[in-house]
């Protein structure tokens, strides 16, 4: 009888020790992220409870508020649409996202000083408050991003090239986060994904405006390349394969290269970079690596250097291949040129304040990557003026004011070529970035350029 006891005693001990392992799993490893998660239920007990903090752009335009009729509680974006891939939505069908997911902690009063704050109030029976989010966005240049994109699918990035601000990150199609839980089935079904946010998740290849990278590992590997006189007849044969280009260019220096987007060029300044030094460049340029937005972003990637074939790599040197980028990467490319090689880390919150108004977190500016020399984003530089002054970026050029750009027509396998256009301005002292991206859309001499060469204008001479 007593080892029968002492036998289930051992299993009941057994089984305690398992439990009290689970559970201290639970709260140890897996506790933190289940307690931001989104479709967590807290959240909703705690929302009924709290006057949540609102969410404004740079301005102080309020991009998400809570209004009250009677004692319920309804959350309310007066900019809809626009920015609906960064605020994000309360659903407490479908859960919650972007910064109103990322920030719950602060917009509840859960932190800091508001943490001890309304658990004083609730025990007094008062009002409970959160706090409130300042993000770097501006919403009218969002606005205009989103109208200038006109209903098609693509993405606008705009940021401040000295400090790493984002000013507009538009994302087309969007949504409506006022009626998400009527649209909700149309969306998740939708073909054109509006719930994507295509300015950090999105996946292309980044055509000609990638030659700005290849033109950087080339420069920096050989500084003698300034006053080389290339030839261009239109087409370069790499290992049986024919690369051809948009036209015989003749001679050419790696100015006018970059101006006239010159593939034949390009393709041989890669192969002349050699597949480890090419991937070293795209590295330094932010190829592979998590910028640490927060929002998820997409690091980008290309084929591994053991798998750079020849035709690989002067594919890789125009932007085509295997090379995969998102639109904030491009405009990060184009900072850096603009920013003499520095790249400034991104971000899009400015502020986060307690209910009191008193600053709990302030965006601090640091350095990213130091991608290039300055004299070697000098030299690019020149081209992409060039290039807007009498090459293919002609269509950005914004009267008073000096724009460098570079376009791209990026081939992909599901029908018309992709329209980019990267750039900054002004070129002479540089403010912002831009980065440009319509979806089987054609030219980006055309189509994207344009649009790149309003929201400079905009962002910088208001107009």
């Known amino acids: 009888m007593k080892k029968n006891i002492f036998k289930l005693g051992i299993v009941l001990l057994g089984l305690f020790s398992i439990l009290a392992a689970y559970l201290s799993y639970l709260h140890m490893i897996k506790g933190p992220a289940l307690a931001v998660n989104p479709y967590n239920r807290r959240f909703q007990e705690i929302e009924s409870q709290v006057r949540r903090g609102s969410i404004y752009d740079i301005k102080g335009v309020v991009l998400a508020k809570t209004e009250f009729v009677g004692s319920k509680g309804t959350r309310i974006y007066p900019r809809g649409a626009d920015v609906s891939h960064l605020v994000g939505y309360i659903s407490e069908r479908y859960g919650r996202a972007g910064f109103e997911s990322y920030y719950d902690n602060y917009l509840l009063g859960m932190e800091g000083a508001d943490r001890f704050r309304n658990l004083t109030n609730k025990l007094l029976g008062r009002e409970q408050v959160g706090g409130d989010i300042i993000l770097t966005i501006d919403s009218s240049l969002q606005r205009m991003a989103i109208d200038l994109m006109g209903g098609r699918r693509g993405a606008v990035v705009l940021l401040d090239t000295g400090t790493g601000a984002l000013r507009v990150l538009a994302s087309s199609p969007s949504f409506n986060p006022n009626k998400l839980d009527e649209l909700w089935p149309s969306l998740v079904n939708s073909e054109s994904s509006p719930l994507l946010n295509r300015a950090t998740e999105g996946v292309y290849p980044p055509g000609s405006t990638y030659k700005v990278v290849t033109a950087a590992g080339a420069l920096s590997a050989n500084p003698d390349l300034t006053g080389k006189i290339f030839d261009c007849p239109g087409y370069l044969d790499v290992n049986g394969y024919r690369l051809n280009d948009t036209s015989a260019h003749g001679e050419l220096s790696i100015t006018r290269a970059i101006a006239v987007s010159c593939n034949t060029t390009f393709a041989q300044l890669g192969l002349g970079l050699g597949p480890e030094s090419f991937s070293r460049t ?109 090459g293919t970026a002609t269509a950005a050029a914004v009267s008073g004011m000096k724009v460098a750009g570079k376009t791209g027509s990026a081939q992909n396998p599901h029908g018309q070529t992709h329209a980019w256009f990267i750039g900054f301005a002004p070129a002479d002292q540089p403010r912002v970035a831009v980065a440009v991206i319509l979806e089987n859309a054609g030219s980006g001499g055309s189509v994207a350029a344009p649009i790149g060469g309003r929201l400079l204008s905009a962002a910088v001479i208001g107009r």
């Open 282 to 390: 795209a590295k330094a340029f932010g190829m592979g690596k998590d910028p640490g937005l927060e929002t998820p972003a997409w690091p980008g990637s290309m084929a591994s250097v053991g798998m750079i074939t020849p035709t690989e790599l002067a594919s890789s040197a125009i932007g085509q291949g295997e090379v995969l980028v998102s639109p904030l990467q491009m405009a990060m490319v184009a900072a850096a040129i603009a920013n003499k090689g520095v790249i400034m880390r991104p971000y899009l919150v400015e502020a986060v304040n307690d209910s009191l108004g008193s600053a709990v977190q302030k965006a601090t500016h640091k350095t990213w990557l130091v991608s290039t020399t300055p004299e070697t984003s000098e030299i690019i530089k020149e081209g992409m003026i060039e290039a807007v002054r009498y």
